[in-house]
């Protein structure tokens, strides 16, 4: 069983930065490509990152160049740090296994972007 548990997430204004973490559990961490999903009021579920198990990483253009996906090994651990953020980045976060796939699904953490 695949366990993912995302913290991390608050109220930020927009400009604004923040770190989200997500700690795996269940498989060989280090054996597997790890993403971001978001899903914002309204809309559907979206990608928004990927890192592969050699740290090669890529982004949805609605975020490239503003986030940035990242992984610790020892901490079975994926991170992504926020920058410069929107209103419109507003959503609940997931992390995910991408590969090999998994449909399991965290909690998520909402991030909320707003003056």
């Known amino acids: 069983q695949v366990q993912l548990v995302e913290t991390g997430g608050g109220l930020v204004q927009p400009g604004g930065s923040l770190r989200l973490s997500c700690a795996v559990s269940?498989?060989?961490?280090?054996?597997?490509?790890m993403g971001w999903y978001r899903q914002a009021p309204g809309k559907q579920r979206e990608w928004v990152a990927r890192?592969?198990?050699?740290?090669?990483?890529n982004y949805a253009d609605s975020v490239n160049g503003r986030f940035t996906i990242s992984r610790d090994n020892a901490k079975n651990t994926v991170y992504l740090h926020m920058n410069s953020l929107k209103p419109e980045d507003t959503a609940v976060y997931y992390c995910?296994?991408?590969?090999?796939?998994?449909?399991?699904w965290g909690q998520g953490t909402q991030v909320t972007v707003s003056s």
């Open positions: 995910k296994t991408m590969w090999p796939p998994n449909d399991n």
């Open positions: 269940g498989i060989n961490f280090r054996s597997h490509t």
């Open positions: 890192i592969s198990m050699g740290g090669g990483t």
